[in-house]
Protein backbone atom coordinates (compact mmCIF):
# COMPACT_ATOMS: atom_id res chain seq x y z
CA UNK A 1 0.00 0.00 0.00
CA UNK A 2 2.82 2.60 0.75
CA UNK A 3 4.64 1.69 -2.78
CA UNK A 4 1.39 2.82 -4.06
CA UNK A 5 0.70 5.64 -2.30
CA UNK A 6 4.60 6.76 -2.92
CA UNK A 7 3.49 5.90 -6.92
CA UNK A 8 -0.07 8.03 -6.90
CA UNK A 9 2.23 11.04 -5.03
CA UNK A 10 4.50 10.56 -7.82
CA UNK A 11 2.18 10.98 -10.98
CA UNK A 12 0.48 13.50 -9.13
CA UNK A 13 3.55 15.32 -8.46
CA UNK A 14 4.60 14.93 -12.57
CA UNK A 15 0.98 15.94 -13.76
CA UNK A 16 1.39 19.35 -11.46
CA UNK A 17 5.13 20.51 -12.66
CA UNK A 18 4.17 19.63 -15.98
CA UNK A 19 1.89 22.67 -16.74
CA UNK A 20 3.76 24.65 -14.96
CA UNK A 21 6.50 23.65 -17.20
CA UNK A 22 4.38 23.88 -20.51
CA UNK A 23 3.21 28.06 -19.03
CA UNK A 24 6.35 28.96 -18.81
CA UNK A 25 7.37 28.35 -22.19
CA UNK A 26 4.26 29.52 -23.74
CA UNK A 27 4.67 32.52 -21.51
CA UNK A 28 8.13 32.90 -22.97
CA UNK A 29 6.99 32.37 -26.57
CA UNK A 30 4.48 35.03 -25.97
CA UNK A 31 6.97 37.44 -24.52
CA UNK A 32 9.95 36.88 -26.50
CA UNK A 33 8.37 36.37 -30.15
CA UNK A 34 11.71 35.50 -31.71
CA UNK A 35 11.59 31.81 -30.05
CA UNK A 36 8.40 31.66 -32.03
CA UNK A 37 9.55 32.37 -35.73
CA UNK A 38 13.47 32.34 -35.57
CA UNK A 39 13.48 28.26 -35.59
CA UNK A 40 10.95 28.04 -37.68
CA UNK A 41 12.81 30.68 -40.01
CA UNK A 42 13.54 28.99 -43.91
CA UNK A 43 16.87 30.08 -44.70
CA UNK A 44 17.22 28.91 -48.31
CA UNK A 45 14.35 30.95 -48.92
CA UNK A 46 14.25 34.29 -47.05
CA UNK A 47 18.01 34.89 -46.37
CA UNK A 48 18.35 36.38 -49.87
CA UNK A 49 15.93 38.45 -50.19
CA UNK A 50 16.03 39.58 -46.71
CA UNK A 51 19.73 40.51 -46.53
CA UNK A 52 19.35 42.49 -49.79
CA UNK A 53 16.08 44.57 -48.32
CA UNK A 54 18.13 44.87 -45.27
CA UNK A 55 20.95 46.40 -46.89
CA UNK A 56 18.81 48.88 -49.00
CA UNK A 57 16.92 49.82 -45.96
CA UNK A 58 20.26 50.56 -43.89
CA UNK A 59 21.38 52.83 -46.21
CA UNK A 60 18.31 54.49 -46.67
CA UNK A 61 18.19 54.71 -42.72
CA UNK A 62 21.99 56.42 -42.41
CA UNK A 63 20.59 59.71 -43.87
CA UNK A 64 16.92 59.72 -41.83
CA UNK A 65 19.49 58.80 -38.54
CA UNK A 66 21.43 62.00 -39.22
CA UNK A 67 18.51 64.13 -40.29
CA UNK A 68 16.29 62.99 -37.03
CA UNK A 69 18.95 63.32 -34.29
CA UNK A 70 19.50 67.12 -35.73
CA UNK A 71 15.85 67.33 -35.85
CA UNK A 72 16.54 66.35 -31.37
CA UNK A 73 18.84 68.87 -31.46
CA UNK A 74 21.87 66.72 -30.69
CA UNK A 75 24.40 65.26 -32.47
CA UNK A 76 24.08 63.71 -35.99
CA UNK A 77 26.03 60.32 -34.38
CA UNK A 78 23.80 60.25 -32.14
CA UNK A 79 21.10 59.28 -35.09
CA UNK A 80 22.58 56.46 -35.97
CA UNK A 81 23.17 54.53 -32.98
CA UNK A 82 19.27 55.06 -32.60
CA UNK A 83 18.83 53.38 -35.73
CA UNK A 84 21.17 50.66 -34.43
CA UNK A 85 20.12 49.67 -30.64
CA UNK A 86 16.51 49.87 -30.95
CA UNK A 87 15.80 48.23 -33.99
CA UNK A 88 17.55 44.83 -32.57
CA UNK A 89 15.53 44.86 -28.71
CA UNK A 90 12.55 45.40 -30.92
CA UNK A 91 13.11 42.38 -33.71
CA UNK A 92 13.22 40.22 -29.62
CA UNK A 93 10.60 41.64 -28.15
CA UNK A 94 8.14 43.15 -31.16
CA UNK A 95 5.56 41.59 -32.91
CA UNK A 96 5.06 43.75 -35.86
CA UNK A 97 6.84 41.70 -38.73
CA UNK A 98 7.01 44.41 -41.13
CA UNK A 99 7.65 47.17 -38.68
CA UNK A 100 11.54 48.61 -38.27
CA UNK A 101 12.02 50.25 -35.28
CA UNK A 102 14.56 52.99 -35.44
CA UNK A 103 15.09 57.10 -35.11
CA UNK A 104 11.53 58.88 -35.99
CA UNK A 105 10.47 62.35 -36.67
CA UNK A 106 7.95 62.77 -33.94
CA UNK A 107 9.09 61.90 -31.14
CA UNK A 108 12.65 63.53 -32.37
CA UNK A 109 10.51 66.97 -32.07
CA UNK A 110 9.37 65.75 -28.66
CA UNK A 111 12.03 65.71 -27.29
CA UNK A 112 13.99 68.11 -28.48
CA UNK A 113 11.77 70.60 -26.62
CA UNK A 114 13.55 69.35 -23.26
CA UNK A 115 16.46 69.46 -24.75
CA UNK A 116 16.32 73.21 -25.99
CA UNK A 117 14.71 73.99 -22.35
CA UNK A 118 17.05 72.05 -20.29
CA UNK A 119 20.64 72.42 -22.19
CA UNK A 120 20.13 75.68 -24.89
CA UNK A 121 21.84 77.14 -27.30
CA UNK A 122 22.75 80.01 -26.04
CA UNK A 123 25.28 77.82 -22.61
CA UNK A 124 27.13 76.42 -25.86
CA UNK A 125 29.79 79.39 -25.41
CA UNK A 126 29.71 78.77 -21.35
CA UNK A 127 30.31 75.15 -21.67
CA UNK A 128 33.62 73.87 -21.39
CA UNK A 129 35.41 74.38 -25.10
CA UNK A 130 37.57 70.74 -24.25
CA UNK A 131 36.57 67.61 -25.98
CA UNK A 132 35.16 64.51 -23.85
CA UNK A 133 36.72 61.37 -23.63
CA UNK A 134 33.12 59.86 -25.36
CA UNK A 135 34.04 60.10 -29.02
CA UNK A 136 36.24 63.24 -29.17
CA UNK A 137 32.32 65.62 -29.17
CA UNK A 138 32.03 68.64 -26.59
CA UNK A 139 30.95 69.08 -23.07
CA UNK A 140 27.96 70.85 -24.72
CA UNK A 141 27.06 67.97 -27.11
CA UNK A 142 27.39 65.61 -24.68
CA UNK A 143 24.97 67.50 -22.04
CA UNK A 144 22.26 67.41 -24.77
CA UNK A 145 22.43 63.41 -25.43
CA UNK A 146 22.09 63.52 -21.70
CA UNK A 147 18.93 65.10 -21.51
CA UNK A 148 17.68 63.59 -24.54
CA UNK A 149 18.44 59.96 -23.61
CA UNK A 150 17.08 60.76 -20.30
CA UNK A 151 13.62 61.27 -22.49
CA UNK A 152 13.64 57.63 -23.86
CA UNK A 153 14.73 56.05 -20.85
CA UNK A 154 11.80 57.80 -19.07
CA UNK A 155 9.18 57.27 -22.12
CA UNK A 156 10.42 53.75 -21.94
CA UNK A 157 9.57 53.26 -18.03
CA UNK A 158 6.30 54.74 -19.04
CA UNK A 159 5.65 52.65 -21.79
CA UNK A 160 6.85 49.39 -19.30
CA UNK A 161 4.45 49.76 -16.25
CA UNK A 162 1.78 50.35 -19.44
CA UNK A 163 2.68 46.89 -20.27
CA UNK A 164 2.28 45.82 -16.47
CA UNK A 165 -1.15 47.68 -16.04
CA UNK A 166 -2.00 45.71 -19.17
CA UNK A 167 -3.31 49.13 -20.92
CA UNK A 168 -3.33 47.47 -24.17
CA UNK A 169 -6.62 46.21 -23.68
CA UNK A 170 -7.67 49.66 -24.17
CA UNK A 171 -5.79 50.68 -27.01
CA UNK A 172 -9.37 50.60 -29.37
CA UNK A 173 -9.56 54.37 -28.15
CA UNK A 174 -7.30 55.28 -30.33
CA UNK A 175 -9.62 55.30 -33.36
CA UNK A 176 -8.08 55.49 -37.33
CA UNK A 177 -8.89 59.08 -37.26
CA UNK A 178 -7.67 60.43 -33.71
CA UNK A 179 -4.25 58.79 -35.18
CA UNK A 180 -4.39 60.43 -38.93
CA UNK A 181 -5.11 63.72 -37.76
CA UNK A 182 -2.13 63.31 -34.95
CA UNK A 183 0.52 61.86 -36.99
CA UNK A 184 -0.70 64.41 -39.42
CA UNK A 185 -0.33 67.58 -37.23
CA UNK A 186 3.08 66.41 -35.83
CA UNK A 187 4.21 66.14 -38.86
CA UNK A 188 3.52 69.60 -40.28
CA UNK A 189 5.44 70.83 -36.70
CA UNK A 190 8.33 68.94 -37.96
CA UNK A 191 8.00 70.80 -41.21
CA UNK A 192 7.58 73.62 -39.89
CA UNK A 193 10.81 73.25 -37.39
CA UNK A 194 12.65 72.25 -40.20
CA UNK A 195 12.05 75.62 -42.09
CA UNK A 196 15.05 77.79 -41.00
CA UNK A 197 16.79 75.15 -42.02
CA UNK A 198 15.66 75.37 -45.74
CA UNK A 199 16.07 78.91 -45.76
CA UNK A 200 19.28 79.45 -44.12
CA UNK A 201 17.82 81.74 -41.31
CA UNK A 202 19.14 81.63 -37.88
CA UNK A 203 15.95 81.62 -35.80
CA UNK A 204 15.56 81.12 -31.93
CA UNK A 205 14.02 78.13 -30.50
CA UNK A 206 10.37 78.16 -30.36
CA UNK A 207 8.29 75.80 -28.78
CA UNK A 208 5.01 75.88 -26.61
CA UNK A 209 1.26 76.67 -26.83
CA UNK A 210 0.84 78.28 -30.18
CA UNK A 211 4.73 78.09 -31.55
CA UNK A 212 3.58 76.89 -34.95
CA UNK A 213 2.36 80.60 -35.78
CA UNK A 214 5.23 82.13 -33.64
CA UNK A 215 7.68 80.86 -35.37
CA UNK A 216 5.94 81.39 -39.14
CA UNK A 217 5.31 85.17 -37.92
CA UNK A 218 9.20 85.30 -37.17
CA UNK A 219 10.33 84.30 -41.01
CA UNK A 220 7.70 86.58 -42.43
CA UNK A 221 9.56 89.60 -40.31
CA UNK A 222 12.91 88.65 -40.44
CA UNK A 223 12.02 87.48 -44.67
CA UNK A 224 15.09 89.59 -45.81
CA UNK A 225 17.73 87.36 -43.84
CA UNK A 226 16.41 84.23 -46.19
CA UNK A 227 19.77 83.36 -47.46
CA UNK A 228 18.91 82.71 -51.77
CA UNK A 229 22.06 79.64 -51.74
CA UNK A 230 20.05 77.57 -49.02
CA UNK A 231 17.08 77.91 -50.37
CA UNK A 232 17.58 77.22 -54.12
CA UNK A 233 19.42 73.91 -52.90
CA UNK A 234 16.69 72.84 -50.39
CA UNK A 235 14.01 73.49 -53.29
CA UNK A 236 16.28 71.53 -55.43
CA UNK A 237 16.97 68.60 -52.91
CA UNK A 238 13.05 68.50 -52.55
CA UNK A 239 12.18 67.99 -56.02
CA UNK A 240 15.32 65.45 -56.78
CA UNK A 241 13.97 63.65 -53.55
CA UNK A 242 10.17 63.37 -54.85
CA UNK A 243 11.14 63.04 -58.55
CA UNK A 244 13.31 59.72 -57.97
CA UNK A 245 11.17 58.38 -54.83
CA UNK A 246 8.24 58.45 -56.95
CA UNK A 247 10.27 57.00 -59.93
CA UNK A 248 10.91 54.14 -57.79
CA UNK A 249 7.92 53.45 -56.38
CA UNK A 250 6.42 53.39 -59.85
CA UNK A 251 9.27 50.79 -61.17
CA UNK A 252 9.54 49.20 -57.91
CA UNK A 253 8.12 45.33 -59.32
CA UNK A 254 10.63 45.80 -62.41
CA UNK A 255 13.45 46.76 -60.89
CA UNK A 256 14.41 44.37 -57.99
CA UNK A 257 17.37 47.42 -56.03
CA UNK A 258 15.98 50.60 -55.81
CA UNK A 259 18.03 54.01 -56.37
CA UNK A 260 18.70 55.67 -52.68
CA UNK A 261 18.47 58.43 -53.63
CA UNK A 262 19.01 60.50 -50.16
CA UNK A 263 22.10 58.61 -49.37
CA UNK A 264 23.02 59.97 -53.18
CA UNK A 265 21.94 63.16 -52.63
CA UNK A 266 23.97 63.36 -48.88
CA UNK A 267 27.02 62.40 -51.08
CA UNK A 268 27.03 64.75 -53.75
CA UNK A 269 25.96 67.50 -51.04
CA UNK A 270 29.14 66.59 -48.62
CA UNK A 271 31.58 66.23 -51.61
CA UNK A 272 30.01 69.90 -53.05
CA UNK A 273 30.50 71.21 -49.24
CA UNK A 274 33.96 70.13 -49.28
CA UNK A 275 35.07 71.34 -52.80
CA UNK A 276 33.26 74.79 -52.77
CA UNK A 277 33.56 75.31 -48.67
CA UNK A 278 30.38 76.67 -48.73
CA UNK A 279 30.33 77.16 -44.53
CA UNK A 280 33.03 80.21 -45.11
CA UNK A 281 31.99 81.14 -48.73
CA UNK A 282 28.13 80.60 -48.10
CA UNK A 283 27.77 81.22 -45.10
CA UNK A 284 25.42 78.12 -44.98
CA UNK A 285 25.61 75.76 -41.97
CA UNK A 286 27.19 72.35 -41.95
CA UNK A 287 26.96 69.66 -39.61
CA UNK A 288 30.77 68.58 -39.40
CA UNK A 289 32.74 65.45 -38.94
CA UNK A 290 30.89 62.51 -37.51
CA UNK A 291 32.78 60.55 -35.42
CA UNK A 292 33.25 56.66 -35.75
CA UNK A 293 32.74 53.70 -33.03
CA UNK A 294 30.62 52.99 -30.78
CA UNK A 295 30.55 53.79 -27.77
CA UNK A 296 30.61 52.02 -23.91
CA UNK A 297 27.35 52.19 -22.22
CA UNK A 298 26.44 54.76 -19.44
CA UNK A 299 23.76 55.11 -17.68
CA UNK A 300 20.94 58.18 -18.53
CA UNK A 301 20.99 61.01 -16.40
CA UNK A 302 18.83 60.18 -13.43
CA UNK A 303 18.88 63.82 -11.94
CA UNK A 304 17.13 65.16 -14.65
CA UNK A 305 13.90 62.44 -15.13
CA UNK A 306 11.80 64.37 -13.13
CA UNK A 307 12.22 67.72 -15.50
CA UNK A 308 11.61 65.45 -18.69
CA UNK A 309 8.61 63.68 -17.49
CA UNK A 310 6.20 66.05 -19.89
CA UNK A 311 8.29 64.97 -23.06
CA UNK A 312 8.70 61.07 -21.68
CA UNK A 313 4.73 61.10 -21.64
CA UNK A 314 4.45 62.76 -25.56
CA UNK A 315 7.64 60.18 -26.28
CA UNK A 316 5.43 57.23 -25.15
CA UNK A 317 1.82 58.20 -25.86
CA UNK A 318 3.01 59.72 -29.32
CA UNK A 319 5.26 57.24 -30.18
CA UNK A 320 3.56 54.15 -29.21
CA UNK A 321 0.51 55.47 -31.14
CA UNK A 322 1.64 55.76 -34.19
CA UNK A 323 3.78 52.66 -33.97
CA UNK A 324 0.74 50.58 -33.33
CA UNK A 325 -1.13 52.13 -35.95
CA UNK A 326 1.97 50.68 -38.70
CA UNK A 327 1.91 48.05 -36.86
CA UNK A 328 -1.95 47.01 -37.06
CA UNK A 329 -1.94 48.07 -40.51
CA UNK A 330 0.91 45.61 -41.83
CA UNK A 331 -0.64 42.81 -39.61
CA UNK A 332 -4.30 43.71 -41.57
CA UNK A 333 -2.61 43.53 -45.12
CA UNK A 334 -0.55 40.59 -44.77
CA UNK A 335 -3.07 38.53 -42.33
CA UNK A 336 -1.01 38.25 -38.96
CA UNK A 337 -1.97 39.39 -35.68
CA UNK A 338 -0.27 41.82 -33.23
CA UNK A 339 -0.68 41.78 -29.54
CA UNK A 340 -1.32 45.58 -28.69
CA UNK A 341 -0.04 44.76 -24.87
CA UNK A 342 3.23 43.10 -26.15
CA UNK A 343 4.13 46.16 -28.29
CA UNK A 344 4.36 47.98 -25.24
CA UNK A 345 7.02 45.77 -23.84
CA UNK A 346 8.84 45.92 -26.66
CA UNK A 347 8.41 49.56 -27.32
CA UNK A 348 9.37 50.19 -24.22
CA UNK A 349 12.42 48.02 -24.01
CA UNK A 350 13.32 49.56 -27.25
CA UNK A 351 13.69 53.12 -25.44
CA UNK A 352 15.29 51.69 -22.25
CA UNK A 353 17.86 50.02 -23.34
CA UNK A 354 19.22 51.99 -25.95
CA UNK A 355 19.12 55.13 -23.61
CA UNK A 356 22.33 53.02 -22.01
CA UNK A 357 23.78 53.62 -25.51
CA UNK A 358 23.16 57.39 -26.29
CA UNK A 359 20.05 56.74 -28.53
CA UNK A 360 17.33 59.65 -28.69
CA UNK A 361 14.27 58.21 -28.36
CA UNK A 362 12.53 55.87 -31.11
CA UNK A 363 9.16 54.41 -32.70
CA UNK A 364 8.46 52.12 -35.11
CA UNK A 365 8.71 53.27 -39.07
CA UNK A 366 7.82 51.23 -41.99
CA UNK A 367 10.86 50.65 -44.54
CA UNK A 368 12.84 51.32 -41.83
CA UNK A 369 16.45 49.51 -40.44
CA UNK A 370 19.30 49.23 -38.45
CA UNK A 371 22.50 51.05 -39.97
CA UNK A 372 25.68 52.44 -38.61
CA UNK A 373 28.31 54.32 -40.50
CA UNK A 374 30.89 56.75 -40.79
CA UNK A 375 30.69 59.72 -43.19
CA UNK A 376 32.25 63.19 -43.43
CA UNK A 377 30.55 66.43 -43.65
CA UNK A 378 26.59 67.44 -44.59
CA UNK A 379 24.50 70.42 -45.32
CA UNK A 380 21.96 70.58 -42.92
CA UNK A 381 19.77 72.52 -45.21
CA UNK A 382 19.65 68.74 -47.44
CA UNK A 383 19.04 66.91 -44.45
CA UNK A 384 16.10 69.69 -43.49
CA UNK A 385 14.85 68.29 -47.38
CA UNK A 386 15.56 64.99 -46.33
CA UNK A 387 13.30 65.42 -43.23
CA UNK A 388 10.04 66.97 -45.26
CA UNK A 389 10.39 64.64 -47.95
CA UNK A 390 10.33 62.04 -45.70
CA UNK A 391 7.14 63.10 -44.18
CA UNK A 392 5.04 63.03 -47.58
CA UNK A 393 3.27 59.95 -46.29
CA UNK A 394 2.21 62.07 -43.23
CA UNK A 395 1.58 64.87 -45.17
CA UNK A 396 -0.53 63.16 -47.87
CA UNK A 397 -3.14 62.18 -44.71
CA UNK A 398 -5.08 65.40 -45.44
CA UNK A 399 -6.83 63.27 -48.06
CA UNK A 400 -8.43 61.49 -45.47
CA UNK A 401 -10.74 64.11 -45.21
CA UNK A 402 -12.77 63.27 -48.11
CA UNK A 403 -12.91 60.20 -46.95
CA UNK A 404 -14.31 60.70 -43.53
CA UNK A 405 -16.60 63.06 -44.85
CA UNK A 406 -18.42 60.36 -46.97
CA UNK A 407 -18.18 57.84 -44.66
CA UNK A 408 -19.26 59.63 -41.21
CA UNK A 409 -19.22 63.56 -40.84
CA UNK A 410 -18.64 63.12 -37.14
CA UNK A 411 -15.33 61.17 -37.75
CA UNK A 412 -14.65 64.09 -40.35
CA UNK A 413 -14.97 66.69 -37.34
CA UNK A 414 -13.17 64.74 -35.22
CA UNK A 415 -10.20 64.67 -37.36
CA UNK A 416 -10.07 68.68 -38.22
CA UNK A 417 -10.76 69.73 -34.58
CA UNK A 418 -7.91 66.89 -33.32
CA UNK A 419 -5.40 68.68 -35.74
CA UNK A 420 -6.51 71.77 -35.03
CA UNK A 421 -5.28 71.14 -31.00
CA UNK A 422 -2.03 69.64 -32.34
CA UNK A 423 -0.80 72.48 -34.55
CA UNK A 424 -1.44 74.75 -31.70
CA UNK A 425 -0.34 72.64 -28.60
CA UNK A 426 1.56 69.49 -29.18
CA UNK A 427 1.36 66.25 -30.70
CA UNK A 428 0.47 64.07 -27.34
CA UNK A 429 -2.47 67.27 -26.58
CA UNK A 430 -3.83 66.61 -29.84
CA UNK A 431 -4.44 62.64 -29.18
CA UNK A 432 -5.67 63.11 -25.99
CA UNK A 433 -7.99 65.62 -26.83
CA UNK A 434 -9.08 62.80 -30.11
CA UNK A 435 -9.89 60.25 -27.60
CA UNK A 436 -11.61 62.63 -25.06
CA UNK A 437 -13.46 64.07 -27.97
CA UNK A 438 -14.61 60.78 -29.50
CA UNK A 439 -15.63 58.81 -26.09
CA UNK A 440 -17.70 62.08 -25.80
CA UNK A 441 -19.31 61.78 -28.66
CA UNK A 442 -20.15 57.92 -28.83
CA UNK A 443 -21.57 58.30 -25.49
CA UNK A 444 -23.93 61.29 -26.38
CA UNK A 445 -24.79 59.28 -29.73
CA UNK A 446 -25.47 56.06 -27.36
CA UNK A 447 -29.14 57.08 -25.98
CA UNK A 448 -30.45 57.64 -29.05
CA UNK A 449 -30.24 53.91 -29.88
CA UNK A 450 -33.36 52.42 -30.14
CA UNK A 451 -32.47 49.00 -29.54
CA UNK A 452 -29.79 49.20 -26.82
CA UNK A 453 -29.34 50.43 -23.20
CA UNK A 454 -26.18 51.63 -22.11
CA UNK A 455 -25.12 48.61 -20.08
CA UNK A 456 -24.75 46.52 -23.45
CA UNK A 457 -21.97 48.93 -24.54
CA UNK A 458 -19.13 46.07 -23.53
CA UNK A 459 -20.83 43.58 -25.36
CA UNK A 460 -22.10 42.49 -28.71
CA UNK A 461 -25.03 40.94 -28.70
CA UNK A 462 -25.88 38.39 -31.91
CA UNK A 463 -29.55 36.23 -32.82
CA UNK A 464 -28.01 33.73 -34.92
CA UNK A 465 -30.53 31.38 -37.10
CA UNK A 466 -29.08 28.38 -39.44
CA UNK A 467 -31.38 27.27 -42.20
CA UNK A 468 -30.13 24.51 -44.37
CA UNK A 469 -31.63 23.42 -47.93
CA UNK A 470 -31.76 20.34 -47.81
CA UNK A 471 -31.99 19.84 -51.63
CA UNK A 472 -28.46 21.31 -51.97
CA UNK A 473 -27.02 21.63 -48.08
CA UNK A 474 -26.58 24.94 -48.72
CA UNK A 475 -25.99 26.31 -45.25
CA UNK A 476 -27.51 30.14 -44.69
CA UNK A 477 -26.28 31.94 -41.48
CA UNK A 478 -28.38 34.65 -40.55
CA UNK A 479 -27.03 36.97 -37.56
CA UNK A 480 -28.90 39.68 -36.35
CA UNK A 481 -26.85 43.22 -35.11
CA UNK A 482 -28.07 44.36 -32.17
CA UNK A 483 -26.20 47.05 -30.83
CA UNK A 484 -24.64 50.12 -33.08
CA UNK A 485 -21.24 49.69 -34.44
CA UNK A 486 -18.23 51.87 -33.53
CA UNK A 487 -14.57 51.75 -32.25
CA UNK A 488 -15.82 50.98 -28.86
CA UNK A 489 -16.63 47.01 -29.99
CA UNK A 490 -16.04 46.92 -33.72
CA UNK A 491 -13.05 44.14 -32.85
CA UNK A 492 -15.10 42.17 -30.52
CA UNK A 493 -17.51 42.30 -33.67
CA UNK A 494 -15.28 41.03 -35.66
CA UNK A 495 -14.11 38.62 -33.49
CA UNK A 496 -16.86 37.40 -32.53
CA UNK A 497 -18.61 37.07 -35.98
CA UNK A 498 -15.63 34.99 -36.93
CA UNK A 499 -16.24 32.15 -33.86
CA UNK A 500 -19.71 31.94 -34.91
CA UNK A 501 -18.71 31.32 -38.50
CA UNK A 502 -15.72 28.76 -37.20
CA UNK A 503 -18.72 26.76 -34.55
CA UNK A 504 -21.55 26.69 -37.61
CA UNK A 505 -18.51 25.04 -39.94
CA UNK A 506 -17.02 22.86 -37.54
CA UNK A 507 -21.03 21.74 -36.66
CA UNK A 508 -21.63 20.57 -40.14
CA UNK A 509 -18.52 19.40 -41.03
CA UNK A 510 -19.22 15.68 -40.55
CA UNK A 511 -22.53 16.29 -42.68
CA UNK A 512 -20.17 18.11 -45.44
CA UNK A 513 -18.01 15.27 -45.49
CA UNK A 514 -20.77 12.33 -45.41
CA UNK A 515 -21.98 14.54 -48.70
CA UNK A 516 -18.54 14.36 -50.28
CA UNK A 517 -17.85 10.86 -49.68
CA UNK A 518 -20.98 10.32 -51.40
CA UNK A 519 -20.08 12.11 -54.43
CA UNK A 520 -17.00 11.14 -54.59
CA UNK A 521 -17.52 7.20 -54.56
CA UNK A 522 -20.10 7.67 -57.20
CA UNK A 523 -16.88 9.98 -59.30
CA UNK A 524 -14.66 7.16 -58.75
CA UNK A 525 -16.45 3.78 -59.06
CA UNK A 526 -13.98 3.01 -61.95
CA UNK A 527 -11.25 2.82 -59.38
CA UNK A 528 -11.48 1.90 -55.57
CA UNK A 529 -15.49 3.09 -54.95
CA UNK A 530 -13.85 4.00 -51.72
CA UNK A 531 -13.73 7.12 -49.79
CA UNK A 532 -10.28 8.29 -49.61
CA UNK A 533 -8.26 11.10 -49.08
CA UNK A 534 -7.76 12.19 -52.68
CA UNK A 535 -11.15 11.24 -53.23
CA UNK A 536 -12.50 13.82 -50.75
CA UNK A 537 -9.85 16.77 -51.88
CA UNK A 538 -11.10 16.24 -55.81
CA UNK A 539 -14.79 16.95 -54.67
CA UNK A 540 -15.29 21.26 -54.50
CA UNK A 541 -16.15 22.75 -51.73
CA UNK A 542 -19.91 24.01 -50.89
CA UNK A 543 -20.33 27.79 -50.47
CA UNK A 544 -21.64 28.81 -47.07
CA UNK A 545 -23.55 32.33 -47.04
CA UNK A 546 -23.95 34.54 -44.22
CA UNK A 547 -26.40 37.29 -44.27
CA UNK A 548 -26.45 40.14 -41.65
CA UNK A 549 -29.57 41.56 -39.89
CA UNK A 550 -28.58 45.47 -39.53
CA UNK A 551 -31.77 46.58 -38.65
CA UNK A 552 -30.36 47.19 -35.04
CA UNK A 553 -27.33 48.70 -36.35
CA UNK A 554 -29.22 52.72 -35.55
CA UNK A 555 -25.83 53.94 -35.97
CA UNK A 556 -21.87 53.82 -36.77
CA UNK A 557 -18.99 55.21 -37.10
CA UNK A 558 -15.69 55.11 -39.42
CA UNK A 559 -14.14 52.09 -37.49
CA UNK A 560 -17.39 49.98 -37.50
CA UNK A 561 -17.83 50.75 -41.40
CA UNK A 562 -14.16 49.18 -41.82
CA UNK A 563 -14.77 46.14 -39.80
CA UNK A 564 -18.00 45.55 -41.87
CA UNK A 565 -15.71 45.84 -44.63
CA UNK A 566 -12.88 43.79 -43.17
CA UNK A 567 -15.10 41.32 -42.19
CA UNK A 568 -16.64 41.04 -45.89
CA UNK A 569 -13.40 40.35 -46.98
CA UNK A 570 -12.46 37.62 -44.77
CA UNK A 571 -15.58 35.65 -45.05
CA UNK A 572 -14.47 36.02 -48.75
CA UNK A 573 -11.70 34.33 -48.17
CA UNK A 574 -13.09 31.68 -45.91
CA UNK A 575 -15.65 30.96 -49.08
CA UNK A 576 -18.45 32.81 -47.12
CA UNK A 577 -20.69 34.43 -49.68
CA UNK A 578 -21.63 38.13 -47.60
CA UNK A 579 -25.12 39.60 -47.72
CA UNK A 580 -26.71 42.42 -45.88
CA UNK A 581 -30.19 42.96 -45.03
CA UNK A 582 -32.09 46.55 -43.71
CA UNK A 583 -29.09 48.56 -44.50
CA UNK A 584 -29.65 52.65 -44.52
CA UNK A 585 -29.01 54.54 -47.35
CA UNK A 586 -26.12 55.97 -45.42
CA UNK A 587 -24.52 52.24 -44.58
CA UNK A 588 -24.62 51.59 -47.97
CA UNK A 589 -23.14 54.56 -49.34
CA UNK A 590 -20.55 54.37 -46.86
CA UNK A 591 -19.19 50.89 -47.46
CA UNK A 592 -19.55 51.44 -51.09
CA UNK A 593 -17.17 54.61 -50.64
CA UNK A 594 -15.26 52.94 -48.45
CA UNK A 595 -14.29 50.18 -51.39
CA UNK A 596 -12.86 46.39 -51.79
CA UNK A 597 -16.31 45.24 -52.15
CA UNK A 598 -17.20 42.81 -54.60
CA UNK A 599 -19.70 44.71 -57.58
CA UNK A 600 -20.24 41.73 -59.71
CA UNK A 601 -22.41 40.57 -57.18
CA UNK A 602 -25.73 42.30 -55.04
CA UNK A 603 -24.66 42.93 -51.49
CA UNK A 604 -27.55 44.97 -50.06
CA UNK A 605 -30.68 43.78 -49.90
CA UNK A 606 -34.46 45.48 -48.08
CA UNK A 607 -35.29 42.35 -46.34
CA UNK A 608 -33.46 38.92 -45.10
CA UNK A 609 -35.98 36.76 -46.95
CA UNK A 610 -35.14 38.75 -50.48
CA UNK A 611 -31.54 37.96 -49.24
CA UNK A 612 -32.41 34.05 -49.31
CA UNK A 613 -33.98 34.18 -52.39
CA UNK A 614 -31.28 35.93 -54.14
CA UNK A 615 -28.76 32.94 -52.56
CA UNK A 616 -31.12 30.14 -53.96
CA UNK A 617 -31.40 31.86 -57.32
CA UNK A 618 -27.42 31.83 -57.75
CA UNK A 619 -27.61 28.35 -56.37
CA UNK A 620 -29.83 27.07 -59.39
CA UNK A 621 -28.07 29.28 -62.04
CA UNK A 622 -24.63 27.33 -60.69
CA UNK A 623 -26.46 23.79 -60.75
CA UNK A 624 -27.47 24.77 -64.82
CA UNK A 625 -24.29 25.80 -65.28
CA UNK A 626 -22.56 22.13 -63.82
CA UNK A 627 -25.36 20.50 -65.88
CA UNK A 628 -24.53 22.42 -69.07
CA UNK A 629 -20.51 21.67 -68.71
CA UNK A 630 -21.61 17.78 -68.31
Known sequence: MTGAKRKKKSVLRSKMHTPRGEDIKQWCRRRLPILEWAPHYNLKENLLPDTVSGIMLAVQQVTQGLAFAVLSSVHPVFGLYGSLFPAIIYAIFGRGRHVATGTFALTSLISANAVERLVPQSTQNLSTQGNTSVLGLSDFEMQRIGVAAAVSFLGGVIQVAMFVLQLGSVTFLLTEPVISAMTTGAATHVVTSQVKYLLGMKMPYISGPLGFFYIYAYVFENIKSVRLEALLLSLLSIV?????????????????????????????????????????????????????????????????????????????????????????????????????????????????????????????????????YSTGAKTQCVLASVIVVGLKGMLIQFRDLKKYWNVDKIDWGIWVSTYIFTICFAANVGLLFGVVCTIAIVIGRFPRAKTLHIKNMKEMEFKVKTETDSETLQQVNIVSINNPLVFLNAKKFHMDLMNIIQKENASNQLLDDISKCEQNTLLNSLSNGNCNEEASQSCPNEKSSLILDCSGLTFFDYSGVSMLVEVYMDCKDRSVDVLLAHCTASLIKAMEYYGNLDSDKPIFFESISAAISNIHSNKNLSKLSDHSEV
Open 240 to 372: VLVLVKELNEQFKRKIKIVLPVDLVLIIAASFACYCTNMENTYGLEVVGHIPRGIPPPRAPRMNILSAVITEAFGVALVGYAASLALAQGSAKKFKYSVDDNQEFLAHGLSNVIPSFFFCIPSAAAMGRTAGL
